[in-house]
């Protein structure tokens, strides 16, 4: 049998980290298997659902450079990739399984009649006397909602065919599964059981906290006498994607990351627990890296947390391969929304030279621009300040004020004489020569090749910046 692996596109919610995972993980077993991948739209909550999210996700997914072979906008035999354009294979499987007498109702229709609306189905169903029959013993009827019910089933123990794994839960025992809501729509799950069977799905990633509907979706294939496909749960260490640092808070989704220029080929080993290497050159050499070395047993046993700090270091790790006129061109859009001023294109890449090195995305390479491209006076921590009010640091800052003035222009080998001329004067050396300098030209405590920086800085806002400090208006 031709494999088919499913891809949900759940539209009434954003893209989250852990969904875009299984996406890419299902996109590259479809490689892998030489197989199928099929999105189906889940939007069933007519009131959740939003066209501009579903075009939002394949948008994210086309960036990712995931291609869909089919989906809602190609023509099928299997029909629509909709799930509410596909009620009339939903109902035909409530008559079936009306007709094997593996459904109830709840509440019973003559006990409150105006609960069940107009459906048809409905209608047909309220007049079987069979549906008036209570649960399984075990379940209380208390705990039920109105809808139509999957019959218990005592079974509920599965192996997933590739590896093994047996697999049951408790909470489901004697308890029914929901299969229509008192409205006449299908829910989630039955709808879903139904597509897998409908769409001839044969392979289906999922992470493990979706472990109760795959149970529920497992019983009502059972119930339709119809395969349920091979599974495949991937581990996210527990806590799925987390974030460890204590500054602003990670963004959590595919589109803010690409908002804040992370890097496609970042994004994509950070979703296959992939090493920190950077040894490609373009988005298809990647791909075909990953397909190669796609390991699924590997991921599913891989306890490694999602951590953004990964992330980050591999997108800082892409961003440095770059070259430089490149990266000034992927950056350029970020500047224009950001309305930082690039008025001299030369200058502007050599801004990105000094900082690419520096940053973990695109969004950092406009934030600290700033101390080049702009002006103003910089804003200064309170343990910048500490360090600039020593006196050590006053002895450094006049030194190198006095040399600088007498210089007629500031480059890299000026900037090297100036200093050596600092050291000579004030007899300062290491830490205490350079971190006041560091800090008065670029308002922090940093790793920029400082010679580039003064360069770029020029004379006239050197002395600007060093005046701004020992003025004593800052």
């Known amino acids: 049998m031709e494999p088919r692996i499913y891809l949900r596109i759940q539209v009434s919610e954003s893209f989250q980290l852990e969904d875009a995972r299984i996406a890419v993980i299902s996109w590259l077993l479809a490689k892998k298997l030489n197989a199928t991948l099929v999105s189906n739209i889940h939007d069933l909550a007519v009131e959740n659902y939003s066209h501009k999210q579903e075009k939002k996700i394949f948008q994210n997914l086309e960036w990712l450079g995931l291609d869909v072979t089919e989906g809602p906008n190609l023509v099928s035999k299997l029909g629509s990739y909709r799930q509410s354009q596909r009620f009339e294979l939903y109902y035909s499987a409530l008559t079936k399984l009306l007709q094997l007498q593996k459904i109830f109702l709840y509440p019973f229709p003559q006990k409150n009649e105006k609960i069940w609306g107009t459906n048809s189905i409905i209608n047909a169903f309220k007049s079987d006397p069979f549906l008036l029959q209570a649960p399984a013993e075990g379940c209380e009827l208390k705990e039920l909602t109105a809808g139509v019910y999957l019959k218990p089933e005592d079974d509920l123990t599965w192996a997933t065919a590739q590896f093994g794994e047996k697999i049951q839960s408790e909470e489901l025992k004697n308890k029914p599964v929901l299969l229509m809501s008192a409205d006449g729509t299908p829910t989630d799950v039955f709808a879903m059981a139904v597509d897998l069977i409908n769409l001839k799905i044969t392979h289906l990633v999922r992470s493990k906290r979706e472990l109760r509907r795959t149970l529920e979706e497992n019983l009502i294939c059972r119930a339709l006498n119809g395969n349920y496909p091979e599974v495949t749960f991937l581990s996210t260490g527990g806590n799925g994607v987390t974030h460890e640092s204590r500054e602003t808070e990670t963004p959590m989704t595919i589109e803010s990351l690409r908002l804040q220029g992370y890097l496609p080929y970042a994004i994509l080993k950070f979703f296959c627990c992939a090493d920190n290497s950077v040894e490609i050159e373009d988005s298809s050499t990647l791909i075909q890296k990953l397909v190669n070395k796609f390991d699924l047993r590997?991921?599913?046993?891989?306890?490694?947390?999602?951590?953004?700090?990964?992330?980050?270091?591999?997108?800082?790790?892409?961003?440095?391969?770059?070259?430089?006129?490149?990266?000034?061109?992927?950056?350029?859009?970020?500047?224009?929304?950001?309305?930082?001023?690039?008025?001299?294109?030369?200058?502007?890449?050599?801004?990105?030279?000094?900082?690419?090195?520096?940053?973990?995305?695109?969004?950092?390479?406009?934030?600290?621009?700033?101390?080049?491209?702009?002006?103003?006076?910089?804003?200064?921590?309170?343990?910048?300040?500490?360090?600039?009010?020593?006196?050590?640091?006053?002895?450094?800052?006049?030194?190198?004020?006095?040399?600088?003035?007498?210089?007629?222009?500031?480059?890299?080998?000026?900037?090297?004489?100036?200093?050596?001329?600092?050291?000579?004067?004030?007899?300062?050396?290491?830490?205490?020569?350079?971190?006041?300098?560091?800090?008065?030209?670029?308002?922090?405590?940093?790793?920029?090749?400082?010679?580039?920086?003064?360069?770029?800085?020029?004379?006239?806002?050197?002395?600007?910046?060093?005046?701004?400090?020992?003025?004593?208006?800052?």
């Not at 990964?310 to 309305?339: G, H, M, T």
């Not at 001299?344 to 801004?351: A, C, P, R």
């Not at 500031?410 to 300062?428: K, L, P, S, W, Y």
Request: glycine share 4%; with cysteine.
């Open 298 to 474: 590997q991921l599913i046993t891989n306890e490694h947390k999602l951590n953004i700090t990964f992330l980050n270091q591999l997108n800082s790790s892409y961003l440095q391969f770059l070259k430089i006129e490149f990266l000034a061109d992927l950056a350029l859009p970020y500047f224009r929304k950001a309305k930082v001023p690039v008025e001299n294109y030369e200058k502007y890449l050599k801004v990105i030279g000094i900082l690419k090195d520096h940053v973990s995305n695109i969004s950092n390479l406009v934030e600290d621009s700033t101390i080049f491209l702009n002006r103003t006076p910089l804003m200064y921590s309170s343990d910048a300040r500490t360090i600039l009010r020593k006196e050590s640091s006053q002895k450094v800052l006049w030194s190198f004020l006095r040399k600088l003035k007498s210089v007629e222009q500031m480059n890299a080998t000026v900037f090297f004489q100036t200093m050596n001329h600092v050291q000579r004067e004030t007899g300062i050396m290491g830490r205490d020569l350079w971190m006041p300098i560091r800090i008065v030209l670029t308002g922090r405590d940093n790793n920029f090749d400082l010679a580039s920086v003064a360069e770029l800085l020029g004379k006239e806002l050197c002395i600007k910046r060093v005046n701004a400090i020992i003025g004593g208006y800052w």
